[in-house]
């Protein structure tokens, strides 16, 4: 009896692991998006629409992202911008090569919407 007892609690224990590790992993994999890094680290100063119409993105004068001014900026300046920060914009230096270019493609996309 104490020996079923013990299998089942730890049956219920690998469950309970398993769960855990399957819903640490979904969303991980999720955040992995462009859009998802970027509702996640910038929308906050720069908007869900990239336009800067946050409390935040007022205070520091951000760019609209749609703006010709942004848009006329090469590829190089937007990385740049995102990799090493430029004046109150923080540098995102744990971000993949790939991540900064998936933003910049992001970025981009946003002139096409308006
Ligand atoms: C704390 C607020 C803040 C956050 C968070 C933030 N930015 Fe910025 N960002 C700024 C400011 C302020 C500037 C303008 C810097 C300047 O021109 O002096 C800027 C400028 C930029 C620029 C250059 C274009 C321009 O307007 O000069 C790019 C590209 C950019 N941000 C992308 C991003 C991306 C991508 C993220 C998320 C990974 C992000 N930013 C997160 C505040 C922020």
Same mark, same amino acid.
């Given at each position: 009896m104490q020996e079923k007892l013990r299998w089942m609690a730890n049956l219920t224990l690998g469950a309970v692991v398993l769960t855990g590790l399957i819903l640490i992993n979904a969303p991980a994999n999720a955040d992995n998006t462009a859009e998802a890094t970027y509702k996640a680290k910038c929308a906050m100063c720069h908007g869900p629409d990239g336009k800067g119409e946050t409390a935040a993105g007022k205070t520091m004068k951000?760019?609209?992202?749609?703006s010709e001014e942004v848009q006329k900026m090469s590829d190089a300046d937007l990385t740049d911008a995102i990799s090493k920060g430029k004046g109150k914009m923080p540098a995102y230096? &744990?971000? &993949?090569a790939d991540q900064v270019k998936g933003l910049v493609a992001y970025i981009r996309s946003f002139a096409k919407k308006s």
């Open positions: 951000v760019k609209d992202f749609s230096k &744990t971000l &993949t």
